[in-house]
């Protein structure tokens, strides 16, 4: 039961930063939802996926922050071609969806 109650304190403590005025969690959050909606989570526009907006997503995560050096990165995922990671993306994000209908 002490774990239960420790969990409940906790999330209570994380409920109550949330809904502070010093928290942009919910907004930050609900920013990351859009741009994985408008971009990954919708096929037709990761056909559209390019440089800019693999930069975006590196630079919304939150391990991202702690990373020193960034760019090379970016140049890593790069270096595989654009069309590989829109493929990988797709696969990632829609390969289940492919054999659920059949």
Do not use: C, P
Not at 1 to 26: T, V
Not at 28 to 47: G, I, P
Request: net charge negative; glycine share 2%.
């Amino acid at each position: 039961m002490r774990i239960i109650n420790n969990l409940d304190a906790i999330i209570e403590d994380f409920e109550e930063y949330i809904e502070s005025e010093e928290s942009n969690w919910s907004e930050s959050r609900q920013d990351k939802d859009q741009f994985l909606r408008e971009n990954f989570f919708d096929r037709d526009a990761l056909t559209e996926l390019d440089e800019g907006v693999i930069s975006q997503l590196l630079h919304k995560l939150w391990a991202y922050q702690f990373w020193s050096s960034k760019d090379y990165i970016l140049d890593d995922m790069l270096e595989s071609g654009i069309d590989t990671i829109r493929r990988e993306f797709d696969t990632l994000f829609f390969n289940n969806l492919s054999s659920s209908t059949a």
